[in-house]
T-cell receptor, first 118, second 111 residues
Framework: GAVVSQHPSRVICKSGTSVKIECRSLDFQATTMFWYRQFPKQSLMLMATSNEGSKATYEQGVEKDKFLINHASLTLSTLTVTSAHPEDSSFYIC??????????????FGNGTRLTVT | GQNIDQPTEMTATEGAIVQINCTYQTSGFNGLFWYQQHAGEAPTFLSYNVLDGLEEKGRFSSFLSRSKGYSYLLLKELQMKDSASYLCAVRPNTGGFKTIFGAGTRLFVKA
């Protein structure tokens, strides 16, 4: 159980274009999903908290107009990288917490999306 | 602010025991998690501690001291497949179940 599906796994796009990444919880409902970014050999950096039916909460330094988050249902959150630039190239990972879980409920991660902007 | 420290790399021998330490300073505390992450893959959950003491789960154990802001992950009977990054993560008391990760410790298990 507790499977999170993330698509696409890899994407290469040209500078200036937009890329949408989907994150789905397959066998549980998630009122909250989290989007992380990870550079090689570095930590997972929390970008934003995606809240079902309301606006996302962005971490300090993350541009909300560049990284658009939509959480339209209890099982789907999307991250759109708008007007992508080479410095946006990174590994993006989504995670979700079972809405029925308590404080001890862990995050369940998708397999990540490797974004390369040329 | 939030600060989580753990060693960058460790090397251990197959069959041995290794302890990976983590210290943290966060705005409140709602628990500490350990995750395992193989290169290019998603992290997988290993353990959770919220009370002081040791939690044992098979070959893996995790310890917490809240007063010291300290945790460790203990791996016994090391296997080659245990070569991975081990991430210490804390859930601060800021609401919303946010989880902050340390930089991870890359463990190399050698024969």
């Amino acid at each position: 159980g507790a499977v999170v599906s993330q698509h696409p796994s890899r994407v290469i796009c040209k500078s200036g274009t937009s890329v949408k990444i989907e994150c789905r919880s397959l066998d549980f409902q998630a009122t909250t999903m989290f989007w992380y970014r990870q550079f090689p050999k570095q930590s997972l950096m929390l970008m934003a908290t995606s809240n079902e039916g309301s606006k996302a909460t962005y971490e300090q330094g993350v541009e909300k107009d560049k990284f658009l988050i939509n959480h339209a249902s209890l099982t789907l959150s999307t991250l759109t990288v708008t007007s992508a630039h080479p410095e946006d190239s990174s590994f993006y990972i989504c995670s979700a917490r079972d809405r029925q879980g308590g404080l001890n409920s862990p995050l369940h991660f998708g397999n990540g999306t490797r974004l390369t902007v040329t | 602010g939030q600060n989580i420290d753990q060693p960058t790399e460790m090397t251990a021998t197959e069959g041995a025991i290794v302890q990976i330490n983590c210290t943290y300073q966060t705005s409140g505390f709602n628990g500490l998690f350990w995750y395992q992450q193989h290169a290019g893959e998603a992290p997988t959950f290993l353990s959770y501690n919220v009370l002081d003491g040791l939690e044992e789960k098979g070959r893996f154990s995790s310890f917490l001291s809240r007063s010291k802001g300290y945790s460790y992950l203990l791996l016994k009977e090391l296997q080659m497949k245990d070569s991975a990054s081990y991430l210490c993560a804390v859930r601060p008391n800021t609401g919303g179940f946010k989880t902050i990760f340390g930089a991870g410790t890359r463990l190399f298990v050698k024969a």
